[in-house]
């Protein structure tokens, strides 16, 4: 069965240092993983997603995920924040099973930054 | 290229109702998917179709049914309404062009209901 862990559901940063928003995710099947983000009152937007390639994956606005399968998580890490950056990040999965194609969200994690 | 769009914007049901709502695919997209996300809450996945046929469903009920058409845009209908069903309901496309498989989903802005 499919699950998603988002660790933290707040995270706040200082604008300038880095952030990290961990996940943890479990899946029967051969996953794809995806982070996306939600601006106050905008559509989801992707960030960057993983689909068996290279296991650091780079994404939009400076952020980068490692695909890491011995502890099943996709982190998502930014070496510095920025005031836009400020929004709810959600890490997904999704794969095919038996079922049919599912796609599971995380609860989500809300980035705040400091000036 | 027009992006993913929803129909209507908000939308007020009371218990026992019957709702139909619609989403128009970005342009050349053969999959739609459909999820509720309740106040404060991640997506949760509902159904997804492709080539016009159910190709994976979430935990919902069978009063959640869904139709996608041949041009691509897709309906969500929720029958006999609760309280609960209040949530912004999100459609996604995305193409697949080698059959079902997980790529990136485009999401619309989503029709807000609420259930009195």
């Known amino acids: 069965a499919q699950s998603v862990t988002q660790l933290d559901s707040h995270v706040s940063v200082s604008e300038g240092t880095p952030v990290l928003l961990r996940c943890n995710y479990s899946?029967?099947?051969?996953?794809?993983l995806f982070w996306y983000v939600q601006h106050p009152n905008k559509g989801l937007q992707l960030l960057l997603k993983?689909?068996?390639?290279?296991?650091l994956v780079k994404g939009i606005n400076g952020f980068e995920a490692e695909f890491k399968k011995s502890e099943t998580s996709f982190h998502l890490t930014k070496p510095s924040a920025h005031m836009s950056d400020a929004a709810e990040y959600f890490c997904?999965?999704?794969?095919?099973?038996?079922?049919?194609?599912?796609?599971?969200f995380g609860a989500g994690t809300r980035l705040f930054v400091k000036a | 290229e027009t992006g993913v769009t929803q129909s209507p914007t908000h939308l007020i049901k009371t218990r026992g109702q019957q709702v139909t709502l619609r989403c128009s695919s970005q342009s050349g997209h053969n999959t739609v998917s459909w999820y509720q996300q309740a106040l404060g809450q991640g997506p949760q996945f509902i159904f997804q179709?492709?080539?016009?046929?159910?190709?994976g469903r979430g935990n919902f009920p069978p009063r959640f049914s869904g139709l996608q058409f041949p041009n691509y845009s897709s309906e969500l209908n929720v029958n006999a309404l609760e309280l609960d069903d209040s949530a912004l309901y999100l459609c996604?496309?995305?193409?697949?062009?080698?059959?079902?498989?997980?790529?990136?989903?485009?999401f619309g802005p989503g029709t807000r209901l609420t259930v009195l």
């Open positions: 179709y492709y080539r016009e046929e159910e190709n």
């Open positions: 997904v999965v999704s794969d095919r099973g038996t079922g049919g194609f599912k796609t599971i």
């Open positions: 899946s029967s099947y051969s996953p794809s």
């Open positions: 993983y689909t068996s390639a290279a296991t």
């Open positions: 996604a496309s995305s193409n697949y062009k080698t059959g079902p498989s997980p790529n990136e989903q485009f």
